[in-house]
């Protein structure tokens, strides 16, 4: 209980205390092989922002896992989606949430939506060098903005770069197949609803050129994540809402 | 002059106890009181911007009295160190009992060694997970820990408190039925009308995170 004082951030205790998460690569190390996560997008309705991901890992040609999670509520009012290497974005996000919830109690205050964007820049920014390797982590970022009382999302790259999005982003091995079928389906003042479907339409199509995208499967019942974030805070769907969304969105793409 | 070079145990820890006692005697009470869906803490605190009552993790809440840079520190600690145990094992492996004996073995060791004690006393509570068993600790400026049943008193009036709550305190209140009992407590205790309520409440039914600041002016205005 003496550890020197870090202020708010849970990642700097850590960091204090040595046991912070790092993996050690050194360059020129041929990188090892671990599971990836592929494609997760987000995406604006008139107030709030839905995510959703398919539930695929890959490791080279093949499936890894095939129920993993990819979206994941980080405090009461914003959520991330990892694609990248699964269990290094994994710990990334645990060590996020820690940190919203510490900063959260010792500061008797939430951050700023703005400020958990640039914290989890922060993060992404420490795993550059692993990014090197191969063994990269990108994540999407969306939260309701309690002080502009609107959603809003973030899409990052391998360095850290932060960039807000105004209408949808995608990230992953099928994003460029998901964010072109937004292109064409997106419109302004979407219902929490029709945003839903169209995120899961978007896995959908992203699913059937991309083979790392895993698609709905209707023979396991295994369907995406989504998530709704809006002024009631993050909200989980069910399977009994995102599985007759999934197998609309399978008819009308076939 | 002559200068003492020996002071008897006794002598010092009985000092010191004083010190302290009288330092806590100063500021106001806080205390806790289980209803029947989770824990009611409730403090008089005219001020509603420094808190004295915390969330510290998913089911367990802190709450201090005395000098307000003391427990703050304490209380902060106590977040570090569940939130590190969380993270580092799980977030079932963080209990009110260990936060409670490490609040136990800081106050201790600061109270024998350093030239100073801390002015306070720290209640730490927990709510089970079915809402049936809560559980309740009090530690005292020296480091002593008291495992109390049903409701706990912190600060200079504890000892008025408790007897009161020992007469009016039943199983099972209401939120709002708990609440009465406390103020009526209070009342009691400080023979006069409180100046401010700070209230928070470690809610059963909610998950994962069961803190929850509530607005006083819900509870008086009926």
């Known amino acids: ?254 | 002059m002559t200068i003492p070079f020996y002071v008897a145990p006794e002598q010092l820890v009985r000092d010191k106890a004083e010190f302290a006692r009288k330092g806590i005697a100063r500021g106001r009470s806080i205390l806790g009181l289980d209803y029947a869906g989770g824990v009611l803490l409730l403090g008089e605190n005219p001020s509603t911007a420094l808190h004295k009552i915390s969330e510290v993790y998913d089911r367990i809440a802190f709450a201090g009295v005395g000098r307000y840079n003391e427990f703050e520190t304490l209380r902060k600690a106590g977040i570090r160190q569940a939130d590190l145990m969380g993270y580092l094992y799980s977030r079932d492996d963080v209990t009110a009992m260990g936060l409670a004996t490490a609040f136990s073995q800081t106050l201790g060791v600061i109270f024998i060694r350093d030239p100073k004690p801390f002015e306070v006393e720290v209640l730490i509570a927990e709510v089970s997970e079915d809402g049936s068993e809560h559980r309740l600790f009090r530690v005292t400026y020296d480091g002593t820990l008291f495992d109390e049943r049903n409701f706990v008193a912190i600060g200079g009036k504890s000892e008025q408190l408790t007897a009161a709550l020992g007469e009016l305190w039943r199983e099972g209140l209401t939120l709002k039925e708990a609440f009465d009992v406390g103020a009526e407590v209070f009342r009691r205790a400080e023979g006069r009308e409180s100046e401010g309520w700070e209230m928070a409440v470690l809610d059963a039914t909610m998950s994962p995170r069961t803190f929850r600041r509530l607005d006083p002016s819900e509870f008086t205005a009926s």
Do not use: C
């Open chain 1, 1 to 254: 209980m003496n550890a020197p004082a870090p202020g708010a951030s849970f990642t700097d205790l850590l960091h204090s205390l040595g046991a912070r998460p790092t993996w050690v690569a050194q360059p020129g190390d041929k990188a090892p092989s671990a599971p990836e996560g592929t494609t997760v997008l987000a995406l604006r309705y008139n107030n709030g922002v839905v995510m959703a991901g398919d539930r695929r890992a890959t490791e080279g040609n093949l499936v890894a896992h095939r129920r993993i999670r990819k979206v994941y509520p980080t405090d009461r009012y914003s959520a991330v989606a990892i694609a990248g290497t699964a269990g290094v974005a994994i710990e990334m996000v645990k060590l996020f949430q820690v940190e919203l919830e510490h900063y959260e109690k010792i500061e008797g205050v939430r951050l700023s939506l703005e400020g958990k964007a640039s914290f989890l820049a922060r993060l992404v920014r420490g795993q550059l060098p692993l990014a090197i390797q191969g063994l990269g982590v990108v994540p999407l970022f969306a939260g309701f903005d309690e002080r502009e009382g609107r959603g809003r999302l973030y899409s990052y790259d391998v360095v850290g770069g932060r960039y807000e999005e105004t209408d949808f982003g995608s990230t992953g091995s099928g994003a460029r197949l998901a964010k072109s079928y937004l292109r064409t389906t997106y419109r302004e003042d979407l219902t929490a609803e029709d945003a839903a479907d169209l995120a899961v339409k978007a896995l959908v199509a992203a699913s059937q050129d991309d083979t790392a995208t895993g698609g709905p499967d209707l023979l396991r019942g295994i369907f995406p994540n989504v998530v709704h974030i809006d002024s009631d805070g993050v909200r989980e769907l069910g399977d009994d809402v995102v599985g007759p969304l999934a197998e609309q969105a399978v008819e009308s793409i076939l």
